[in-house]
Nanobody, 122 residues
Framework: VQLQASGGGLVQAGGSLRLSCVASGRTFSMYVMGWFRQTPGKERGFVAAISWNGDSAHTDSVKGRFAIFRDNAKNTAYLQMNSLKPEDTAVYYC?????????????????WGQGTLVTVSS
């Protein structure tokens, strides 16, 4: 599967952005979709994931602010980001893996999109 991420940009602290990840192919519903983020000099880290049936997980630092969801009819996964903080500034990557259960580990994903930069100004 090929993944195309979009939606990043510059936003003030407290603002919102919605990232999108469009997947190619006809088997989107088989994939667990994940979002990860990376800042310079740091490892890529888990943000959120959603299974085929809507079960989801979010890292603690974004709970209550970010929400992952998907539209299987549009082959698209989203990351709604609210109440953004400067520490959310990063390149955000979407990822996919065929699985019936949620996956939160970086190494568990075998399909990656290009990153989209989110910059939150204070």
């Amino acid at each position: 599967v090929q993944l195309q991420a979009s939606g990043g940009g510059l936003v003030q602290a407290g603002g919102s952005l919605r990232l999108s990840c469009v997947a190619s192919g006809r088997t989107f519903s088989m994939y667990v979709m994940g979002w990860f983020r990376q800042t310079p000099g740091k490892e890529r880290g888990f943000v959120a994931a959603i299974s085929w049936n809507g079960d989801s997980a979010h890292t603690d630092s974004v709970k209550g602010r970010f929400a992952i969801f998907r539209d299987n009819a549009k082959n698209t996964a989203y990351l709604q980001m609210n109440s953004l903080k400067p520490e959310d500034t990063a390149v955000y990557y979407c990822a996919a893996v065929v699985s019936r259960r949620l996956r939160v580990g970086l190494s568990e994903y075998d399909n990656w999109g290009q990153g989209t930069l989110v910059t939150v100004s204070s």
